[in-house]
């Protein structure tokens, strides 16, 4: 298993919850995709290999990504949580080649993928 999810749960709107996803491979650039019962995956949010950062204007002011390189390990701390915001999180790589701001939030780029984490927010 490549990356691992983790940090998920069930929160009232408002709250905070951060994600966490190891990665047992050197990985460039990550991010943090999302999907919602019936509903097509999305982008959330990106950092790629010099620390720029990307977000999906939904979760903009909210949400922040971050990487620990020494641990190899993606973070997103989520504030503010909102309904709209319940879905699967997903994390993923590109192990290849750094992304710039333009192509991270194209989930094509990214080669592997973790499993998901569950977040629910509730009104």
């Known amino acids: 298993v490549q990356l691992v999810e983790s940090g998920g749960g069930s929160v009232q709107a408002g709250g905070s919850l951060r994600l966490s996803c190891a990665a047992s491979?050197?990985?460039?650039?990550m991010g943090w995709f999302r999907q919602a019962p019936g509903k097509e995956r999305e982008w959330v949010a990106s950092?790629?290999?010099?620390?720029?950062?990307s977000y999906a204007d939904s979760v903009k002011g909210r949400f922040t990504i971050s990487k620990d390189n020494a641990k190899g390990t993606l973070y997103l701390q989520m504030n503010s949580l909102k309904p709209e915001d319940t879905a699967m999180y997903y994390c993923a790589a590109n192990t290849l080649r750094g992304l710039t701001e333009a192509t991270m939030r194209d989930a094509s780029r990214f080669n592997i993928w973790g499993q998901g984490t569950q977040v629910t927010v509730s009104s």
């Open positions: 950092i790629n290999n010099i620390g720029t950062t």
């Open positions: 491979v050197y990985t460039s650039s």
